[in-house]
């Protein structure tokens, strides 16, 4: 079994089985067409459960034969130009080639004895983020698996920041928008149920900000502890960017800590026509990033930022088997010092590669694409009787729904558009998302592909509409 091993007797092993495996992967690439097959949970759970994994194979041609029937073949292609659904972006080569080579080598991003290079790399990579950013000469941060770790880890900070002896008198402040993480975080905080709190929203899905002007006041009238107002440039559900000089401006004026979720809207910062839409960001306490949305990198590729290194102390632990305190003494730069994870992959690599080969400008580019292409598809969709679309995108998001001329019922209409969207994904055709405006039933295309074309999305408009109808054709069908 030690044939199987990596090091310098099994290389020529590694270059053949990883080459076959690559070979495998790049032909279906190649042959793709449509992003997913719609094979069923029925039809694919007997297959893999059929396998005895204390049977080997023994022989990478065989698994991978195998890896063909139970995944290749029926796995969701986000390189697709008609998959439109979730935040998932297509990855650069220079990444997927970074990917390859940190898989290899293995490096741990915890100390500097298990990493070296990796680690001044990964700073390196944190300074020129902060830079980008704007945040200040003091500031740091550290990789993360993505942006509910990112959020997080933030609000931990902001929580310990706040120096409150009661945590029940905390209080969090995010939009009716905002990513479910923030709920999720306050929960693993230990924070009260009602610790955050939900503000309204604008037409154009932006917290209003005399809304939070008004909790933020009515926060210290109850004897609360406003301990974090968490600002998003870039909503999951509709790309909008909440208007952060002014959440800046309330934040200073009552002392909260600004996190600014900028997981899906960080690929701005690389943009050369739209990088005004971050402008007050700079002055967040901290910011998440997620790399592997706006910036095509392959999935895991995330930090948190924040303004004043000396913060991240609140993630803190010295172990004398790991990173001892004198190693703090003797400058030893050690980044599970400032990170949740102890054992951490090196996925700041498939960013340097990307920057290295492509550049900034490159990845902005391509951003700056998808987001040209959504402004195009709402001009689409807005034109369209057939739909009605819910707001213009500051991103690449677009939420609308499919408007049957011969429903008035708004429950018949959301079924439709439920029925469609299934109907979608089974045929495999191509791939939206959905959500709820309202209480009613929309759907969405998250717009990340710089090869899908504005066809691409007509087409895609037919195909919903003509399953919505099947649909509607059919109720008619059981109802006489």
């Known amino acids: 079994m030690r044939s199987h091993l990596l090091n310098d007797t099994t290389a020529e092993r590694y270059r053949r089985s990883v ?55 029926d796995a969701v292609y986000f390189h697709h130009p008609r998959y439109l659904a979730h935040l998932n972006c297509p990855v650069v080569i220079p990444a997927v080639l970074g990917e390859a080579v940190l898989s290899a080598v293995n490096s741990s991003l915890d100390t500097w004895d298990q990493s070296a290079g990796g680690t001044l790399i990964e700073r390196k990579l944190i300074d020129w983020t902060a830079e980008r950013i704007g945040l200040g000469p003091a500031a740091d941060g ?30 969090i402040f995010a939009s009716e928008v905002s990513h479910f993480s923030v709920k999720k975080s306050a929960k693993l905080l230990g924070l009260s149920a009602d610790s955050v709190v939900s503000l309204p929203c604008d037409q154009n899905k932006r917290m209003h900000t005399v809304a939070l002007a ?20 870039g909503t999951t559900d509709f790309g909008s960017i909440d208007p952060l000089p002014e959440i800046a401006e309330l934040c200073a004026q009552y002392g909260t800590w600004m996190h600014v979720d900028a997981a899906y809207g960080c690929g701005l910062l690389v943009s050369k026509t739209r990088r005004d839409l971050l402008d007050g ?13 706006s910036f095509f990198q392959p999935v895991s590729s995330s930090a948190v930022l924040v303004r ?23 400058r030893i730069p050690n980044q599970v010092d400032k990170s949740l994870q102890t054992t951490r992959r090196f996925d700041a690599l498939k960013l ?24 195009e598809g709402w001009k689409l969709l807005a034109a369209d009787p057939r739909f009605d679309v819910v707001v213009q995108p500051q991103l690449s998001t677009l939420v609308f729904r499919c408007i049957p001329a011969s429903v008035t019922d708004p429950a018949e209409i959301d ?66």
């Open 19 to 73: 080459t076959e495996g690559v070979e495998r992967v790049a032909a279906k690439l190649a042959t793709t067409d449509r992003p997913f097959t719609g094979v069923t949970v029925d039809t694919l759970t007997p297959v893999i459960e059929k396998i005895d994994l204390d049977r080997p194979l023994g022989d990478t041609t065989a698994v991978l034969d195998e890896l063909e029937e139970v995944y290749l073949r």
């Open 352 to 375: 340097w590669m990307t920057l290295r080969v492509m550049g900034a400008d490159g990845v902005g580019e391509l951003f700056d694409e998808v987001c040209d292409l959504a402004a």
């Open 415 to 480: 079924r439709a558009n439920l029925y469609a969207r299934k109907a979608l994904f089974a045929s495999g055709d191509a791939i939206v998302a959905g959500t709820t405006v309202g209480g009613r039933h929309y759907l969405k295309f998250t717009l990340l592909n710089p090869e899908t074309t504005v066809t691409d999305i007509a087409a895609v408009l037919d195909l919903i509409a003509g399953h919505a109808e099947q649909y509607l054709g059919e109720s008619l069908d059981r109802a006489s």
């Open 308 to 330: 004043d290194a000396a913060t991240l102390r609140h993630a803190t632990y010295h172990a004398d088997y790991l990173n001892p305190r004198r190693m703090v003494e003797e």
């Open 281 to 293: 960001i700079e002055r967040a306490d901290s910011v998440t990033v997620d790399y592997h949305k």
């Open 142 to 171: 550290v990789f993360t698996s993505g942006g509910t770790q990112s959020n997080l880890q933030a609000l931990l900070l902001a929580r310990e920041e706040a120096k409150a002896h009661d945590t029940a008198r905390l209080r």
């Open 214 to 233: 008004h909790e933020l006041e009515r926060c210290i009238h109850d004897g609360l502890v406003p301990m974090a107002v968490v600002a998003t440039a």
